[in-house]
């Protein structure tokens, strides 16, 4: 049973204009939630996490926004770069739980 | 300061074989998460260990196993390997079981042939 759930497998974008990567959970005990940034042959790594009190949170070129509501986070990224190409993951937990990943999003950043 | 290290970094077995990946964590951090990723899979918990201790398990079967030691380091063990355990082998370190970041090794490829 998938709790977290990225839609888009792939995402193509230009040099300079905003990537917009979205997330969707199904469990609202979930009450923190990350991103990370996976290049081939590697493990992720962190980019961004985001507290179920806030719905929004700042990183340099990245920020998360969180719609509890509508149980619904995304990744912005302003702008975009060509090294910014990866596979992205959105994941989320709860106090005491392991991390809930999505099956991720593949975006490509081109020149 | 050192992060999350993964050893062997690559591995091929034969089916029926068993296999041992290891895992040492950022120093000071005291809970350790097991992944799989598989293409089109994203990364599937397996279990979590904090304090020596298994917290939580995913959905795998009783062939995959794992251990803390006190020190942190983890091991996690898959008996009686099978075609389809061929993935990448993912370990993560974090400060505690509570909200905060998990931060990630190279992982260890696993080919089972």
């Known amino acids: 049973d998938q709790q977290v759930k990225q839609n888009s497998p792939s995402l193509s974008v230009q040099e300079g204009r905003i990537s917009i990567l979205n997330c969707d959970y199904t469990?609202?005990?979930?009450?923190?939630f990350l991103w990370y940034k996976k290049y081939p042959a590697e493990g992720p790594t962190f980019l961004i996490s985001i507290s179920s009190i806030k719905d929004k949170n700042e990183d340099g070129r990245f920020t998360v926004f969180l719609n509890k509501s509508a149980k619904h986070l995304s990744l912005h990224i302003v702008p975009s770069q060509p090294g910014d190409s990866a596979v992205y993951f959105c994941a989320a937990r709860y106090s005491g739980y392991a991390l809930n990943f999505g099956k991720g999003t593949s975006l490509l950043v081109t020149p | 300061k050192a992060g999350v290290t993964q050893t062997p970094r690559y591995l091929i077995k034969t089916r029926g074989q068993q296999v041992t990946l290891s895992c040492s964590p950022i120093s000071g951090h005291r809970s350790v998460s097991w992944y799989q990723q598989t293409p089109g899979q994203g990364l599937q918990f397996l279990f979590e260990y904090f304090s020596e201790t298994q917290r939580n398990k995913g959905n795998f079967p009783g062939r995959f196993s794992g251990r803390q030691f006190s020190n942190s380091r983890s091991e996690m063990n898959v008996s009686t390997l099978e075609l389809g355990d061929s993935a990448l082998y993912l370990c993560a370190s974090s400060l505690a079981l509570t909200n905060t970041e998990a931060f990630f090794g190279q992982g260890t490829r696993l080919t089972v042939v």
């Open positions: 469990n609202s005990m979930f009450d923190y």
